[in-house]
């Protein structure tokens, strides 16, 4: 009988030696490594209203960076050097450039956008704020300094190879006391406003995913999102368990809302907590069809 005690107790104590290992090796890569890695998504995007010029245009879509805190300068180069890799015809930043608690500096300001300046790409960069970034006077300056379109409440056409164009246009986040998009009110008839007699494809960029549903009358073909980061961390049979106000509506990487295909970037940083699992950093990369 007192053996078999001390075999229960020994089994045990393997038992809970494992478990300890277990959780110590999950944090540690949930904490450390996870969030250093870096993948690239695919989407093949057909639409019959692109034009022929237009068949093959490649879009790169990053979002939620975060830099400050888990992010910084080394982890920015290896983003644009991968950014870099994929030949992009225009590249879009969907918010969340600066962590709410970095401090910022003129030195800082000046290192993110000398690296966000590297960015290669034949047709255009545009970046729209996140609600972190409304936390920042530089962040137009780092945009601005990089070469990006500042696209807050605004709109560009792209032209490629002849006359036809695309519309790309985009609104700041909710928390941007200058941004259309309001909490409590719908918008007036603003961005949709644009395309008239314009390009036959349409492109947002949008910070929040669930505001698109303020856009009154909304007509764009692909709309790009971030915000979420996916719920940040996913376990088998759950979407994710960290969700930010403004994305606890559209919550898959797509939702196809009437006629418009909506894809929100999984991030690149992490938000509320320095913690991924099974959501690894990605970079979107969308190849538009006829």
Request: a neutral charge.
């Amino acid at each position: 009988m007192a053996k078999k005690k001390k075999e229960n107790k020994h089994y045990l104590l393997k038992i809970s030696i494992f478990l300890i290992l277990f959780c110590a090796f999950i944090y540690a890569y949930g904490t450390y490594i996870e969030p250093k890695q870096l993948t690239v998504k695919e989407y093949k995007i057909e639409n019959k209203n692109l034009t022929e010029n237009f068949d093959g245009f490649k879009i790169i879509h990053i979002s939620d960076i975060h830099y400050g805190q888990l992010y910084g300068k080394k982890d920015l180069q290896k983003l644009v050097t991968k950014i870099n890799e994929l030949n992009a015809d225009i590249i879009v930043f969907t918010g969340d450039l600066i962590d709410k608690n970095t401090k910022m500096t003129t030195t800082l300001t000046a290192e993110i956008a000398n690296e966000l300046k590297k960015i290669k790409n034949t047709s255009g960069k545009y970046a729209i704020k996140g609600e972190e970034d409304t936390k920042f006077d530089e962040w137009e300056n780092i945009i601005n300094d990089s070469g990006f379109i500042n696209l807050n409440n605004n709109y560009d056409t792209i032209y490629k190879d002849g006359y036809d164009s695309i519309l790309i246009a985009g609104v700041s986040s909710f928390n941007d006391k200058e941004s259309i998009i309001n909490k409590n009110q719908k918008t007036q008839n603003y961005i949709n406003s644009f395309e008239k007699d314009g390009p036959l494809y349409n492109i947002l960029l949008i910070h929040e995913p669930d505001y698109i549903d303020d856009l009154e009358d909304n007509k764009y073909n692909l709309i790009l999102a971030g915000h979420s980061h996916q719920g940040q961390i996913k376990l088998p049979l759950v979407n994710g368990l960290i969700y930010k106000e403004g994305s606890t509506k559209y919550k898959q990487e797509h939702h196809k809302i009437n006629n418009s295909d909506l894809y929100i970037s999984n991030g690149i940083g992490n938000s509320k907590i320095n913690f991924r699992l099974f959501n690894t950093p990605a970079i979107n990369v969308y190849r538009l069809v006829k």
